[in-house]
């Protein structure tokens, strides 16, 4: 990379800065002030906020697409489309409608506080960001040469730095700036490698042949199992959160409608791109890395700069809002619940849950080498935990008694948990029986929702619904 491309990211992480730092929180704010920044989150903030902040995993993106191509809009794409949608049918107006600030608390009006502590547990360790500080750590090496574990530390510190003084007013301003940059950067990037490589045709003449099929060469079994994980999208903290703060019930339901769009039309921008690096870079040994290493071939001085922006927004927009997340539900959920007599200090922990959550990421990144393989091991174990509970929890008038809620959400988590393990059982690396571990835990939580689930009445259930 040039001067100028250095010169260009250096103005970005200035002006990243400046966003983020302009308003600090008050001493006396309040935890809906901190979480939710009053919510009063407009159309085009709701928008841009959830659009960059779900499509952190840019990195993995290339990954898949590099690898499998076109199967990329079945695997990443359609399936959260659809989940996304139904969440926008069913759950956006009674989540802005409820007086929740966070998931945890609807468990908790629904189901108690062990159900409560239980899902808080599992939301936090779900919303660690590893696998986008995975990425950061990946695109400083590509970026300034750094080894990953420097990338992974200095990445990580300047993406929350903002978040620690300014909560959730913070990471809107700053998502809206890095929503712009995402979508300009891909942009450039395939209208450059359309007018110096040509479109279908070329890609048609240089990939192999599974990467223009729908499956890309894998088996339908697991193309079948990320439309399962998608589903985590109904129990998505960051899709809530943000339906929390939004202004009115309308803007959640449509700003969820229009981010769909949005995700269309940057997922035909990156899995065209996915399939240029392939075809551009069939040799490349790490795919992980598909998309900064198409740049640095195929683009200019100052170009290069602004698509580095582009992933580095992508990302970072992600990093800042997971670890907000994840810090909100220790010091809003898990601590008060464990300790009595903190819920006035709720800022406090949540400063303290971002280190804590900081460091539990980097832990993991350095662990995991591959994004996919994070994505897949938290929502296999995850999704079957929370997904009916948290459901039934705002829709209908069927619940879980409390005991049997908290039955549900740890004994199907568990049993995913103990299913993901057995691949390191078995000499082959395969799952008990061949099976995905996101299945017998679902399964098991399905059945005990229809075997002890009950009618409430209006008395029964919580307010907003």
């Excluded at 193309?223 to 903290?237: D, K, S």
């Excluded at 464990?338 to 460091?359: A, Y």
């Amino acid at each position: 990379m040039h001067l100028v491309d250095y010169g260009i990211i250096v103005v970005y992480l200035g002006l990243l800065l400046w966003l983020g730092l302009a308003r600090r929180l008050r001493r006396d704010s309040s935890a809906a002030d901190m979480i939710l920044g009053g919510r009063m989150l407009t159309l085009p903030a709701f928008v841009a906020s959830l659009v960059s902040t779900w499509y952190g995993g840019i990195l993995g993106v290339g990954e898949y697409s590099f690898k499998y191509g076109l199967s990329n809009w079945l695997v990443f794409g359609l399936p959260y489309y659809l989940a996304a949608a139904l969440f926008a049918i069913f759950l956006a107006r009674r989540a802005r409608e409820s007086e929740s600030l966070t998931i945890p608390q609807r468990l908790g009006l629904a189901y108690g506080d062990k159900t409560a502590l239980a899902g808080a547990t599992i939301i936090f360790v779900m919303t660690v960001p590893a696998a986008y500080i995975l990425m950061l750590g990946v695109l400083c090496q590509f970026l300034f040469g750094w080894p990953a574990w420097v990338g992974i530390l200095s990445g990580t510190i300047f993406s929350i730095v903002y978040v620690y003084t300014g909560g959730f007013r913070s990471v809107v301003r700053t998502d809206l700036f890095q929503f712009v940059l995402m979508f300009v950067g891909f942009a450039v990037l395939l209208v450059i490698l359309f007018a110096d490589y040509g479109g279908l045709s070329f890609l048609r003449a240089n990939l192999p042949s599974d990467h223009l099929s729908w499956h890309g060469g894998n088996t339908g079994w697991y193309i079948a199992v990320w439309y399962v994980i998608a589903l985590a999208t109904l129990i998505e903290p960051a899709f809530y959160q943000r339906c929390y703060a939004a202004r009115t019930p309308r803007v959640a339901r449509r700003g969820i409608f229009i981010a769909i769009a949005c995700w269309c039309l940057f997922d035909f921008m990156t899995t065209s791109c996915g399939l240029y690096a392939r075809a551009l870079l069939p040799d490349l040994a790490d795919p992980v890395g598909a998309y900064p290493a198409l740049a640095l071939m195929v683009l200019p001085v100052g170009l290069l700069g602004l698509f580095a922006l582009a992933l580095l927004a992508t990302v970072m927009s992600t990093v800042d809002s997971y670890s907000f997340l994840a810090a909100a539900t220790y010091g809003n959920d898990i601590v008060p619940r464990l300790r009595s007599g903190m819920k006035t200090r709720i800022s406090f922990h949540t400063r303290v849950g971002l280190f804590i959550s900081t460091i539990l990421a980097v832990i993991l990144a350095l662990f995991f080498r591959s994004v996919v393989d994070i994505w897949h091991a938290l929502g296999s174990i995850g999704t079957p935990a929370l997904l009916v509970p948290v459901f039934f929890a705002f829709v209908g008038r069927r619940r879980l008694p409390p005991r049997h809620a908290f039955l549900s959400v740890v004994s199907s988590g568990s049993i995913s948990l103990l299913w993901y393990l057995s691949q390191f059982l078995n000499a082959d690396g395969a799952y008990w029986w061949g099976v995905e571990p996101i299945f017998p835990g679902l399964l098991w939580s399905l059945v005990l929702f229809a075997l002890f689930s009950r009618h409430v009445g209006g008395d029964d259930l919580p307010k907003g619904q």
